[in-house]
Structures are given as C-alpha cells and as structure tokens.
C-alpha cells in the first residue's frame, strides 16, 4: 500500500523542504523504503537538493518538469499535450551513494506562471471542472511502485497545494517553535479538513506537528513548544512528533547538492541525523496506523 503525505504550511522558511528531503533519503536509505518526492514548490527547493542545479537545468530546458502538466491544461482544445511521465520521472536521485529508492517528479520556476493561469480556470462548487485532479489523474499509475509518496508544498493553499492535497491520505506540518511559525496552524486543519469534505472523499489526516530548528533554552522556542504541547492535550491540536529537530549548520548545509557517502554525512554529527531519523521511524508508524 503507497501512502501518500503532503508537507505543508502556510509559514514560508519553517523547514518543510528540509524535512521532507530527510525522510524521502531516510525511509529510502535508511528504512528501505521506495519512496517518491513530489516538489510543488516553483522555488524548485527540493528538486535541487535531490537532483543538482545542473542536471535540474537540463531537465527543465527539455520541458521535463511538473510545469509542463500543469500547462498542458491550460493549453487550446486540439492542442496536443506535452507531459512525459516516465521522462519527466528522475529516477535514484539524492547526492547519498547509500540512497537507492528514491525517485523525483522536479519542479519549476514556471510553475508560478501556472499558477496564476490555473486560478482564472473558472470552476464550480467544490469544482466541478476538478483542476485539482491534474496531478492525480497524471500520475496515479505510478504511485503502486512506491511504499511512500512524500509532496513537498509551497507555502500556500492555491491550486498547486491543492493537487498535492487531492491525492494525500495524509499530511505532516513543520514549524519553527515560534509564535509566528505555528500562528497559521489552526487554519491549516480547517482549511485542509473543508477541502477533505467538499472532494467527497475520504479524509486527509494530520499525522502531526514536526518542530524544526529548535534552539534549547531560547525562551521564545521553549515558551512555545510548552504552549503547542497544551493545544495538543487539549485537542485543539494534532499530536507533535516526539523526535525535535534541532537547529543546526549541518542541516543547513545538506541544501547544498554534495557528494556524500552516509545519510549521517549528509545530515549531521551532533545528533540532527539522529533526529530526524527517529522522525522518519516514528511517521512510519503513524502511517501505517492511521492512513
Ligand atoms: N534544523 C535546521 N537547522 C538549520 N537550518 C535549517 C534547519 N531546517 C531548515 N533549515 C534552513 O532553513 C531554511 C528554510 O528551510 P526550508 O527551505 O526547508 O523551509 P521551507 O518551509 O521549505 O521554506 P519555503 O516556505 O520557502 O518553501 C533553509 O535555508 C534551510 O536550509
Ligand atoms: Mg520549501
């Protein structure tokens, strides 16, 4: 069974991408799981963690992207459509020799563009014209071949966000343990769970609240984190991961596209591999439990 999990929110910089290339590599790497990242995001944040700039460059000049799915739909009756899936489909990315399983479908600065054309599409109720079903419908047939499907969103809840959505049984939210960071979290749930209703489908869970970039003994993050764990006791929140992910250069740094030979290389020394390992152990679990 494929499950399928979005990360998302709506904070811009509160690690989404981060996370979700660390579990795509651990799960792969580590877990032995065949794992696909989806990237959503016209930053193209994921694609060049896992693919490289310049092997990103190509693929793109060759229209080999996510954009050119999207735009195929915008395109005039008679027009003939674009979109490869198996070209398109970078297969065994990640710059860690350990990692084999993991597979991208790469993202596009022209995805913004599309974005914005999307939206004009005239749609009904819960709509009706389904331009939210574009990415499901266009990729479904590969979704079989792999134990986790990981969508890495952009900071929105358009369009894009939406595909991603529609064929999510789940969804993860990052944050920073900041007030700012984890504001916007109780309009995700409503957001994501009106969504669920008006697909008529079945719901999309929260599997939970992953806290990334966590200082200790920042007041601030402390404070917060305290306040979060309330929400959660008092289930006006979903549960938190137990595995913290601290604030680290070496996470930073795994942004970059190097060559390494280990996961612990890639991720960091000082127990941020540690971290989110256990992260990756634990969102097996509650998949398997609750998707
Ligand atoms: N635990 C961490 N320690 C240090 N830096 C981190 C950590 N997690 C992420 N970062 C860095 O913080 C920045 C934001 O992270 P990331 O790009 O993953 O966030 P995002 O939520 O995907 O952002 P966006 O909303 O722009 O897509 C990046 O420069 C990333 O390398
Ligand atoms: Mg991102």
Not at 170 to 196: C, E, H, N
Not at 208 to 217: C, E, S
Request: proline share 5%; with cysteine; charged share 20%.
């Amino acid at each position: 069974m494929t499950h399928v999990i979005s990360m998302i929110n709506l904070k811009g910089g509160v690690g989404k991408t981060t996370t979700t290339v660390a579990l795509a590599e651990i799960l792969a790497g580590e877990l032995n799981k065949r794992v696909l990242v989806i990237d959503l995001d016209p930053q193209t944040n994921a694609t060049t963690m896992l693919l490289g700039e310049k092997e990103w460059t190509t693929a793109n000049a060759a229209g080999l992207t996510l954009a050119t799915l999207f735009k195929d739909s915008l395109r005039p009756e008679g027009e003939a459509a674009e979109f490869n899936l198996e070209k398109t489909l970078q297969k065994q990315v990640s710059p860690v020799s350990a990692v084999k399983k993991l597979d991208l479908l790469p993202s596009s600065l022209d995805l913004i563009d599309v974005q914005d054309r999307l939206a004009a599409v005239p749609s009904g109720r819960y709509y009706t014209d389904r331009p939210v079903d574009l990415l499901y419908k266009s990729t479904r047939k590969l979704l079989p071949d792999y134990d986790y499907v990981l969508i890495d969103c952009p900071p929105n809840l358009g369009i894009i966000t939406l595909n991603g959505l529609r064929m999510s049984q789940g969804y993860v939210i990052p944050t920073k343990p900041d007030v700012l960071s984890t504001y916007g979290i109780p309009q995700i749930l409503t957001r994501v769970s009106g969504f669920a209703e008006g697909l008529l489908d079945d719901d999309i869970v929260p599997l939970g609240i992953v806290i990334n970039m966590y200082r200790a003994g920042t007041t601030v993050h402390e404070t917060t984190l305290r306040a979060l764990r309330l929400d959660v006791k008092a289930s006006k929140l979903p549960p938190l991961f137990d595995a913290i992910i601290p604030h680290g250069d070496a996470v930073a740094g795994a942004a970059e596209f190097t060559t390494a030979s280990t996961l612990r290389q890639r991720w960091g020394y000082k127990g941020h591999f540690d971290q989110l390992s256990a992260l990756a152990v634990e969102l097996d679990a509650r998949a398997k439990a609750q998707l």
